[in-house]
């Protein structure tokens, strides 16, 4: 049949080559889009995650003070804190729990134990009055079940915002055993030390980052919050991590630029 300007069959290289040229520039188009899509779900994506990375708040204490020099110490010397600090989440998600978090590199042998040259057993419990996980730095006491905890070992807990975490020590010294949680008042039988991430300079939050050491001895304070006496807070030592959670809208961006970036090579493939 000929090529008429009605025929079905008519062949017009011109109309093609537009025709196919528009194609590729929809194409190339929808696959700019798509990725420039990608890129902002990565980078709004990226920000939630730094900003949600400030779930760790102390809200109150009774004094002051620095983590010390001891040996197998766990929290670098010079590290300051607040006494007795009460911890709150200031975010809901989920929070990591670390024993002994190892010293950087610098620190002078033994290595980090957990534990300091604590010869009494020292435990950290969560939640009050045990029950869930615990570290325990004495494999000789019954309380820890003959297994101390080894530095590094981990558990996750979920909090809903505003939460004052609830942990305690339960230690023993020569006059027995004492507990102390999370945001008590006494020092009479012993103290903890907590520090929003790992500044020199006292840092009550929010961070994403909270250490944490007990001195399992009488705790004396003066009159202006300071500690009296040789305390290094490194008798029991831990870190508890807010782990980070993409908001909605940068999982939905995230999601979006996905999709485009499978449309546009189906399209491709097709093409």
């Known amino acids: 049949m000929a090529c008429g300007m009605h025929s079905p069959l008519c062949c017009r290289p011109e109309k093609i080559a537009t025709i196919g040229t528009t194609r ?10 798509a990725r420039a899509l990608w890129a902002l779900g990565l980078v709004v994506g990226s920000a939630a995650w ?25 929290i670098p010397t010079g590290i300051q ?15 990591k729990f670390t024993y002994g978090p190892p010293p950087p590199v610098g620190l002078p042998s033994p290595p ?9 057993k020292n435990e950290f419990r969560e939640p009050i009055g045990g029950g869930g996980d615990s570290f325990c730095n004495n494999p000789g006491i019954a309380g820890c ?71 399992d001895n009488t705790v004396t304070l003066g009159t202006n919050g300071s500690v009296i006496g040789d305390h290094d807070f490194q008798d029991l030592t831990l870190s508890i991590t807010q782990l980070p959670v993409p908001e909605p809208m940068s999982l939905a961006l995230f999601g979006m630029g996905l999709a485009g970036l499978g449309l546009a090579q189906r399209r491709a493939r097709r093409a």
């Open 145 to 215: 079940g003959g297994i101390a905890s080894v530095v590094g070992a981990t558990f996750t807990r979920y909090y809903a915002a505003n939460t004052l975490i609830p942990f305690e020590f339960f230690f023993h010294q020569d006059v027995g055993n004492h507990l102390l949680a999370n945001g008590a008042t006494s020092t009479a039988n012993g103290a903890y030390l907590v520090q929003i991430g790992t500044g020199t300079a006292r840092n009550a939050g929010p961070g994403s980052l909270a250490l944490i050491g007990l001195t």
């Open 24 to 33: 590729k520039k929809v194409m190339l188009d929808s696959k700019r889009f």
């Open 50 to 74: 730094s900003s949600a990375q400030a779930g760790l708040e102390i809200r109150s204490w009774v004094g002051t003070h620095e983590f010390g020099a001891e040996p197998g110490q766990s």
């Open 81 to 95: 804190g607040y006494v007795n600090g009460a911890l709150y989440t200031t975010h809901t998600g989920y929070y």
């Open 112 to 120: 980090a134990t957990g534990h300091g040259t604590a010869i009494f």
